[in-house]
C-alpha cells in the first residue's frame, strides 16, 4: 500500500446535494443553490461555437473573460484571478498563504469546503461558532493570532442565508492585522437585496488585504462549467495567478462565462424571480409555523435539530431533495415556482404531522 497523507482519514468527505425522486417520479433539485433555468440560448450557442475548438488548450490567461469581468466591476485587469469554480480559488488561496502551521479563522457552520480545503493544505481551522445565524465577527476578530493567515467571511452565509450588515463588517476589517487576508466569499451576491449589505468591491478597494470571490455558479446558471473568480489587489491576485494549474479554467467555461456577461440583464430577470419566489416561500413557511431566518441568499435555512434528517426524508418522498446537515438544519434552495411549490407541500406536511404526533 502506498503510504498516504494521515489527514486524508479524517478529513470530512464533501457531500454534493444529490437529486431524489418520489414513488410517483416527481424530482425536484433544491439541495445545490443551482439556478433553477436551463441555460439562454445565447449562452448555448457560444459553448457549441467554442465547441468547435476543443482541440486547442484554452488561453491559460483566460484574457478576455479577465477583461469583461475587470470592465463589469471596474477594476483593473490585474486585480482578477480566475478559477475553475470559486472553491477552486479559495484552494488557491489556500497555497498562497498557508503554510503548514498557519491558522484560518471562519464561522461554523459555514460553507463546508473551508474545513476541507484547510485540512488539504495542512492549515489549522479555527472555527468560531455562528450567533445564532449570523457570523460574529467580534469573536472572530479575537480568534486571530499571530499564526492567523486568512479569515473567510462568508456573505450571505452559507447554509444559514443570513448577511453581514456594513458597520459590522467595517468595524471587523479595521480589526484585522494587515498581513492577515480577509476573503469576503460573495458567492450569493447577485441575490442580495438589502442595500446596507456591503459590496465586497467597494471595501476591498482601500484594504489590501481584503479579496472578494465571485462565481458564475449561482445567479449565472454555469455550475456545471465551474468558472469563479477572485478581485483583489495586485500582490493577491498575483499570487492566486502563480498557483493556479495551467490551462485550469476550460474553453467552454471562458466563452460560456463570456456570454453570460453579455447576457446579464436577461440573467438578472431570472435572479429577480427566484428573489420574489424567495419572498413568497419564506412567508409561507412562516405562515405555516417555520421559523426561518431572513435570506439574502437563493435558499431558506430550517434549523431542525434532531428533526433534520426526519425532514430530509420526508422532502424525497415528495421528491424534493434538500441538503441538511444533522443534528442542524436543512438548506433548501429556491427553485422555479412548480419546485416550490412541493418543498412548500412537503414542508406543511411534515410540520402537521409533527403538530399530532
Ligand atoms: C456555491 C458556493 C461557491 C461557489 O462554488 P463554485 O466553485 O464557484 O461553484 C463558493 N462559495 C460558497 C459559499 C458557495 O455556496
Redesign the pocket.
Given at each position: 500500500m502506498p503510504r498516504f497523507r494521515a489527514i486524508l482519514d479524517t478529513m470530512p468527505a464533501y457531500k454534493p446535494g444529490k437529486a431524489v425522486t418520489s414513488p410517483d417520479g416527481r424530482s425536484y433539485k433544491l439541495s445545490?443553490?443551482e439556478s433553477p433555468y436551463d441555460p439562454l440560448p445565447s449562452v448555448v450557442e457560444a459553448i457549441a461555437e467554442g465547441a468547435g475548438q476543443v482541440n486547442r488548450y484554452p488561453d491559460p490567461a483566460a484574457v478576455k473573460l479577465t477583461e469583461a469581468i475587470a470592465e463589469r466591476h471596474g477594476v483593473p485587469f490585474g486585480h482578477v484571478a480566475l478559477?475553475?469554480?470559486?472553491?477552486?480559488?479559495?484552494q488557491e488561496l489556500f497555497a498562497t498563504v498557508g503554510e503548514p502551521g498557519a491558522e484560518v479563522v471562519y464561522a461554523w457552520r459555514?460553507?463546508e469546503?473551508y474545513p476541507l480545503l484547510a485540512d488539504l493544505a495542512g492549515v489549522r481551522s479555527v472555527r468560531v461558532p455562528l450567533k445564532g445565524e449570523d457570523h460574529d465577527l467580534d469573536a472572530m476578530a479575537e480568534a486571530i493570532t499571530g499564526r492567523t493567515r486568512m479569515v473567510f467571511v462568508?456573505n450571505p452565509?452559507?447554509p444559514t442565508s443570513t448577511a453581514i450588515r456594513t458597520r459590522q463588517l467595517v468595524a471587523f476589517l479595521d480589526r484585522v492585522p494587515e498581513d492577515v487576508l480577509v476573503v469576503l466569499?460573495e458567492?450569493?451576491r447577485e441575490y442580495v437585496r438589502d442595500a446596507d449589505v456591503p459590496d465586497g468591491l467597494t471595501l476591498y478597494r482601500d484594504r489590501p488585504n481584503v479579496c472578494v470571490?465571485r462565481?458564475?455558479?449561482?445567479a449565472y446558471g454555469l455550475?456545471g462549467l465551474?468558472?469563479?473568480y477572485l478581485i483583489g489587489h495586485e500582490p493577491v491576485a498575483a499570487a492566486v495567478r502563480k498557483v493556479i494549474v495551467p490551462f485550469a479554467v476550460n474553453h467552454l467555461a471562458q466563452v460560456a462565462a463570456i456570454a453570460s456577461l453579455e447576457a446579464e440583464a436577461e440573467l438578472m430577470e431570472r435572479v429577480e424571480t427566484v428573489v420574489k419566489e424567495r419572498s413568497r416561500v419564506r412567508e409561507a413557511l412562516i405562515a405555516q409555523g417555520w421559523e426561518v431566518p431572513p435570506t439574502e441568499a437563493n435558499f431558506v435555512w430550517l434549523r431542525l435539530g434532531e428533526r433534520t434528517m426526519d425532514f430530509a426524508a420526508a422532502c424525497a418522498a415528495s421528491g424534493v431533495a434538500v441538503r441538511p446537515f444533522a443534528g442542524e438544519g436543512a438548506r433548501v434552495s429556491i427553485g422555479a415556482p412548480e419546485e416550490n411549490d412541493a418543498f412548500l407541500e412537503a414542508a406543511q406536511r411534515f410540520m402537521a404531522g409533527s403538530a399530532s404526533g
Open positions: 445545490s443553490n478559477g475553475p469554480g470559486s472553491v477552486t480559488v479559495a459555514s460553507f469546503a462568508c452565509n452559507n466569499d458567492a450569493y470571490l462565481t458564475f455558479s449561482k455550475a465551474r468558472v469563479g
